[in-house]
């Protein structure tokens, strides 16, 4: 059975922290994601990966950096968190290869992030 | 104009109804579309797939494709309780690159 994991279901952090997301998928996928889901906005691309080391920016990059040192796992960073950074954060795989991106995205159950 | 359009409701329905859940697009170069279900503290997960134009039915689940109208319809059938969730419609960027999601409508349905 697919699964995505992520680190924490809830995180508590303040202003200026640095934050490590963690992602975890068992299914050999090439693709990993990140996003966050904010109430009005929707699911919103901040990095992709395509293969170990590979990054992309998506639509919200700022104020975040990733890390694929393994296939397997995909970090999200927030180097300095801020308050406009409270958001559930989802991750998501794929197996796609490097010419789509799009083959069937199977999520984690998110972080809900609080930024005080 | 918004890439992805979606009413975000939210949309309450008895059990038994039939619900319709629509986004609208405005590139005519997309080509895959994608229903996603969303229920409360968990993450979406892939509903229905159709690519192009036309209709695709997976039991009481109808994926509906009008590229002419830049419109696509998700249907329910004899709706439960059960289909309480949060539904986002998704779509291929022209590139090939990414996904592009509509905000999601929240359906209630009350037995």
């Known amino acids: 059975d697919v699964k995505v994991t992520q680190s924490s279901r809830y995180l508590v952090k303040r202003t200026g922290e640095k934050v490590f997301l963690e992602c975890v998928q068992d299914?050999?996928?090439?693709?990993m994601f990140w996003y966050r889901q904010d109430p009005g906005l929707g699911l919103r691309l901040i990095y992709f990966?395509?293969?170990?080391?590979?990054?992309e920016k998506g639509d919200i990059p700022e104020g975040y950096s990733v890390s694929r040192e393994k296939k397997e796992r995909f970090s999200l960073i927030l180097e300095s968190a801020s308050t406009n950074q409270t958001s559930m954060y989802l991750c998501?795989?794929?197996?796609?290869?490097?010419?789509?991106?799009?083959?069937?995205?199977?999520f984690g159950p998110g972080t809900r992030l609080t930024v005080l | 104009q918004k890439e992805v359009e979606q009413d975000p409701g939210p949309l309450s329905v008895p059990e038994g109804a039939i619900v319709s859940l629509n986004c609208t697009y405005s590139?005519?170069?997309?080509?895959?579309f994608m229903w996603y279900r969303q229920y409360s503290r968990k993450g979406p997960e892939l509903l229905m797939y159709?690519?192009?134009?036309g209709n695709k039915e997976d039991g009481r689940f109808t994926a509906q494709v009008d590229k002419s109208s830049k419109y696509i319809s998700l249907f329910i059938r004899d709706s439960q309780p059960s289909d309480s969730a949060t539904y986002l419609c998704?779509?291929?960027?022209?590139?090939?690159?990414?996904?592009?999601f509509g905000k999601g409508t929240t359906l209630s349905v009350s037995s």
């Open positions: 998501a795989s794929s197996r796609g290869s490097r010419l789509t991106y799009t083959d069937t995205q199977y």
């Open positions: 299914m050999d996928h090439e693709n």
């Open positions: 990966s395509y293969d170990v080391k590979m990054k």
């Open positions: 590139n005519s170069a997309f080509q895959y």
């Open positions: 159709t690519y192009s134009s």
């Open positions: 998704a779509m291929e960027n022209q590139a090939g690159t990414a996904l592009i």
